[in-house]
């Protein structure tokens, strides 16, 4: 994983709760979901990170894996065309197809673990105007 996505600061301003339900088959799973206010992004070219998300308190089986990860994020206005959306944990970074989603590009990784979006503009040069993000979330699922 590349140096950017390690050094996104360890002040958490997330929101998150957990919760449990039996998949077929009788396989207790559980997620958590966190929310941050979204950046805001000044500059093409710049990488901006938002703030982590992390599960808050005791997770219910502190060996949890992912199974799924659900992603929304949206903007005060309209992004510019080539917008690059990421959604990072400590393993890996996935280039994100929309504002929404779900993915199992996670699966396996622990789920103890935060997750960050990133956000470019490709291009050099202000951005004008400035793009301010409202929201970011994830739903972690976890066995």
């Known amino acids: 994983m590349s140096g950017w996505c390690q050094r996104v600061s ?3 301003i997330a929101a998150a709760c957990c919760a449990a339900w ?8 559980h997620s958590w ?9 000044h500059g093409k070219g ?3 990170v938002s ?8 997770l219910p089986q502190a060996e949890g894996t992912i199974t799924t990860v659900r992603w929304r994020y949206s903007f005060a206005s309209t992004p510019p065309n080539g917008l690059q ?8 970074c996935m280039l994100l197809p929309g504002a929404e989603g779900l993915t199992e590009a996670f699966g396996g990784d622990d ?3 935060g997750f960050v979006f990133a ?9 004008t105007p400035v793009l301010f993000g409202q929201s970011n979330q994830v739903t972690v699922s976890f066995r």
């Open 46 to 48: 710049l990488r901006i």
């Open 10 to 12: 360890a002040a958490v």
């Open 51 to 58: 703030a982590p998300m992390t599960p808050s308190g005791y």
């Open 85 to 92: 959306a990421y959604l990072c944990n400590a393993q890996r």
């Open 119 to 127: 956000f470019q503009v490709p291009g050099r040069g202000a951005l």
């Open 33 to 41: 979901t966190a929310s941050v206010s979204g950046p805001a992004l």
């Open 111 to 113: 789920a103890a673990k």
């Open 22 to 29: 039996a998949a077929p088959g009788g396989t207790t799973l």
